[in-house]
């Protein structure tokens, strides 16, 4: 691919071969957060722009905060994978990812720095205010691939992004006792668990029954937004969190 000029103004220019035409017309609304999950940002850099690899991003921020650009915002990368979000399963072709270069699960799951952060944030600013995005369809690769993916894990910090402008987030209710729910429960109130995390964006099943795909839908909501524990038992401070993320999204607020 030929060189372009960079939708961040402080973005390096990199062009990846790894992109196609956005489907059906579609516009990016949701940006996508990721770990490169290797060694280092070269060689995450390198995979996303091999042909062989068949995978890309838009964007790559580097641990000393240089972004990279990759792929035009205007072209689909191919950073999402088999996903689904609000009913959407084409989420490459609307979205814009971002690879922050972090060793994951390679490294024993490294903090990521403030001036790498300061650099996401600054680029997330500039894409959402681009494309018009709603705080809440930023999101995490696991919230988009709950079965497949737990980046960018539960050290990353939301909370931070948030207090800047990006994002939607809320204080966690504190972890406490009280009645949960865990694989194999069923019944009423199982189904209204689904419905709000269905409500909110997950793919997950409203069947009354806790199962493997409801378990992975509260592991990704709890690596967001109460990652002190994640386990995938819908306790009363996940319950209560997930209620309190709901409620203060703008379009609900009565």
């Known amino acids: 691919m030929n060189a372009f000029k960079p939708d961040h103004l402080r973005a390096e220019v990199h062009p990846s071969p790894n992109f196609g035409p956005r489907k059906d017309g579609k516009h990016p609304s949701i940006l996508v957060l990721h770990y490169t999950g290797m060694a280092t940002g070269e060689a995450a850099e390198s995979w996303l722009s091999n042909p062989e690899s068949e995978v890309s991003a838009h964007y790559v921020v580097h641990e000393d905060g240089r972004v990279v650009q990759l792929v035009p915002e205007s ?96 204080a966690p209710s504190p972890i406490r006792g009280g009645r949960f729910f865990s694989l194999g429960d069923q019944g009423q109130p199982v189904e209204a668990l689904q419905g709000m995390l269905a409500l909110y964006g997950y793919d997950v099943p409203i069947d009354g029954v806790f199962g493997r795909s409801t378990e992975l839908g509260i592991l990704a909501f709890q690596r967001h937004f109460r990652p002190e524990k994640v386990d995938g038992v819908a306790d009363m401070s996940t319950i209560e969190t997930l209620h309190r993320v709901l409620s203060a999204l703008p379009a609900l607020i009565a």
């Open 75 to 170: 072209e689909r990368a191919w950073h999402a994978g088999q996903s689904s979000w609000k009913g959407e399963v084409d989420i490459n072709s609307s979205s814009i990812g971002i690879e922050i270069v972090n060793g994951g699960p390679l490294l024993d799951f490294p903090d990521f720095g403030d001036v790498q952060i300061d650099a996401v944030i600054d680029l997330c600013k500039g894409i959402v205010s681009r494309h018009k995005m709603r705080p809440e369809n930023v999101l995490a690769h696991s919230d988009i691939a709950p079965a497949r993916k737990i980046d960018p894990g539960e050290k990353f910090p939301w909370p931070v992004l948030y207090n800047s402008g990006v994002g939607h987030w809320v």
